[in-house]
């Protein structure tokens, strides 16, 4: 005859300090420590342990120096940090191990354009395209944070906006963003 399991309330068995614990059984059979006491094992399988109190343990760092293998992705009592100075470097893979080595130099060098050509100003330094000498990087009007293109300054025809009295006028701002006041203001 086919039935539905009876459904029980299970009480789990808690002791105390010193006592003997059960986890590696099932559910119904475990025996429990009470709150704040661990239960200690030793290294057999299935076997029962001890309530304990937790041990605290001041955990040594491993550190390994360049070209050794460093791991970060593992819990903390198993990292093995890289030496002052030095990076681990890993591959893409979730939790693989890294070699440690020399940080990479961040490159300093700006990239130089010619006329015609996109520049970026209002970016972070390593993405920055700059206008070689005598060009400017012409952006559209009120679009901040465009890229603009290389341009002759005199290729560039900027109408002077211009502020009554009373308006505002922007002059901290790069030139085809700037409002002047109307003369004598």
Known sequence: ??????????????VGEGEECK???????????????????????????????????????????????CKMSVAPEHQVHCEEGLVCTTPALLGAAGICQNPEPKSTQVTIVGEGAECKTTVAPEFQVHCEEGLACVTPPNRLGASGICQTPAAKSMPTVMAGEGNECKMSVAPEHQVHCEEGL
């Open 23 to 69: 986890m590696s059984v099932a559910p119904e059979h475990q025996v429990h420590c009470e709150e704040g006491l661990v239960c200690t094992t030793p290294a057999l399988l299935g076997a029962s342990g001890t309530c304990q109190k937790p041990e605290v343990t001041s955990m040594q760092i491993a550190v390994v120096g360049e070209g050794e293998e």
């Open 1 to 14: 005859i086919c039935q539905k399991p009876e459904v029980t309330s299970m009480q789990i068995a808690v």
